[in-house]
């Protein structure tokens, strides 16, 4: 089992229902092939650096799991095949990211 985070950028056009629904969809996909979710974060909607596909913000939102390797694939392939996904970035993470990752879990909880 690798440790994975996944921050995605939805279209800011989406109802609440919308997002939720999208969100959730992404999330049965990784329960259902075996991850482990650590941590889901809601970080709202954000101010893009720049304009995608003429938009200039989106909601953003964070999962961490765990889940085996080939995975993966199938799991990107479901981003690119949603046209409510702008941008998606999955990244493998190491010992140090682990341990960032925890403390920003812990500071986040301290500051709810």
Known sequence: MNHYETVFILNPVLSEDQIKETVKKFEDFLVS????????????????AYPIQHKKSGF??????????????PYELTFRRDERVMRYLTVKLDK????????RRNRNKENA
């Open 33 to 48: 092939n075996g991850a482990k979710m650590i941590s889901k974060e809601n970080w709202g909607l954000k101010k893009l």
């Open 60 to 73: 953003y939102h964070l999962f961490e799991f765990t889940v085996p390797g080939e995975v993966i694939t």
């Open 96 to 103: 140090h990211a682990i341990a960032w990752a925890e403390k």
